[in-house]
């Protein structure tokens, strides 16, 4: 973006001095366009104090002044908000309140779990009031309808509205089950319709893919403790659960099921809505779970022997 600027007459002298404070930042910087490769001198005492929270302000505001004098502006795009650590988050809400206080065109768009409203707040208290949080969560039966039956017509295809249901019950409106399922059913049909027999077969090999690929990458960054704290919440049901309940079927007190907790919420396998409610971040995860370790009990921590 800052090399288009630098093109641009009104543009070129805030461009150049927006490509010296990157520089500056990112300690090395080189812009490459085409075959031909240029250096830029950095903006030595700008950017470069190797504190985030003073460095990542200064940067975005300078890359936002230039665009502002082509009547643009700059959009930061955060997928998983929640892995962001706190001092990452906090340099990052510093500048978007410094851009506000500024009149310039930064804006943001974050996604992530339903924590991320709390973790933005603890980086920084006036965080609430520079956000909106929008939940994205499962589609409307309607939506669901329109998302499986508008790209099978566009193809020239019909699906019956049995199918539709199965799949709709099946996927619970989430939209990347519902892609899982829709590309299932479209390969299990032979003619038009998709039939109520397609999506039957659909659901059989979607939990396969499911299992294999989405649910097991999740399962497979867990310790067998953590394993255990998902297991316990699959044994009680889809959610949420009191955290109390969670241990108690552990057989360990809830300090202890503490640090388990914590751990999971920051993999991104569990979420807490309310304090002492816990829930898994995906639907159908607790059957998955019980899938995968169908006779459970919970791990009995090994005592330490004291030798003499």
Known sequence: MLVALSRVEQARDMARRALGVLRAFASAFKVKVGDIEFGVEPSNGTADSGSL???????????????????????????????????????????LHKGDQKALPLTFFGAGLPQIAALAGDAKSYAERLFEYPEVGKLSDEAARSAIRTPVRREGMEITDEALEIIIKETEGYPYFLQEWGSQAWNAATTSPITAADAKRATSEALN????????????????RERDYVRAMAELGRGPHRSGEIAHLLGIHVTTA???????????????????????TVPMFDEFMKRSIPQWRPTKKKRKRNRK
């Open 209 to 224: 893919r499911l299992d294999q690929g989405f649910f097991r990458v999740r399962l497979d960054r867990l310790t067998p």
């Open 53 to 95: 929270e003073h460095d990542l302000p200064e940067m975005l505001l300078t890359v936002a002044a230039a665009a502002k004098t082509t009547h643009t502006g700059l959009a930061i795009l955060v997928d998983e908000v929640q892995y962001l650590s706190p001092g990452d988050l906090g340099a990052l809400i510093v500048s």
């Open 258 to 280: 503490g640090p388990l907790r914590n751990g999971l919420i920051r993999k991104g396998m569990i979420y807490s809505r309310q304090h002492g409610e816990t829930a898994f």
